[in-house]
């Protein structure tokens, strides 16, 4: 699908193009290393037509919104991304126009938890794609709590694993991740939880753990709950 969309892939400055020096590099990264044919499989499991047709999609830290254009090309009723940089609210913004009628879609520039604070209605499916890990979301329980209380059928979680520790109880480890722009600081340690630490928090709330998939090289994972 990304084909026919390329600039909600080419734009990031996270994607990968192996014959072009410029992009990304596997060397120093810029967070994780963004292909078609990774954001493809992804999306193929996270946001599947029946996920998305009919249904208002939450996507919490929406980047430059390659979520937006997938879930909305597969038949969203409405999609909404809350995104913290500028940069990537911007350049999701020209695309999202250039591609799909502005009736049906919403971009915020600000934070998740500053949006968190103000008043919103339930969303039929809430993603939260790598944002759970990042150091402002410390309070993961809290997190999770208010993503559970913003979804009425699907919340759907990727983030990072607590590699090398691979348990069936629920764990959190600190580790170091990619910052978003490279240095001699390119690092930063978060805080990763595993699966069993998401059903955990989520079970009480009434959801439960409907797939999930793992992704060994990249030491990540995604899971889609149910209500």
């Not at 193929?44 to 979520?67: H, P, Q, R, W, Y």
């Not at 913290?84 to 695309?95: F, G, L, V």
């Not at 910052?179 to 989520?202: E, H």
Request: aromatic fraction near 12%; charge should be negative; charged fraction near 25%.
């Amino acid at each position: 699908m990304f084909e026919k969309f390329p600039e909600f892939i080419t734009d990031d400055t996270r994607f990968h193009d192996p014959d072009d020096p410029t992009t990304n590099s596997k060397d120093a990264p810029r967070g994780q290393l963004i292909t078609f044919e990774k954001a493809e499989e992804k999306h193929k499991f996270m946001l599947t037509e029946s996920v998305c047709e009919n249904n208002s999609i939450l996507d919490l830290g929406s980047c430059i919104s390659a979520s937006g254009a997938w879930t909305l090309e597969n038949g969203a009723m409405f999609y909404t991304g809350v995104e913290i940089s500028k940069y990537n609210y911007e350049i999701a913004t020209k695309n999202l126009k250039k591609h799909f009628s502005p009736s049906m879609w919403i971009l915020y520039n600000q934070s998740v938890l500053d949006w968190f604070k103000e008043h919103h209605e339930p969303y039929d499916v809430v993603l939260a794609a790598g944002i759970l890990y990042i150091p402002v979301h410390e309070n993961q329980i809290s997190f999770l709590t208010k993503c559970a209380e913003l979804s009425k059928k699907y919340l759907i979680i990727e983030s990072k694993d607590t590699y090398p520790l691979d348990v069936d109880i629920p764990m959190s480890v600190y580790r170091k991740i990619n910052r978003m722009k490279t240095g001699s600081d390119g690092q930063i340690w978060a805080r990763c939880s595993n699966i069993a630490f998401i059903d955990m928090v989520l079970s009480p709330l009434g959801f439960k753990l409907h797939k999930k998939v793992m992704y060994p090289r990249s030491q990540r994972f995604a899971a889609i709950y149910v209500t």
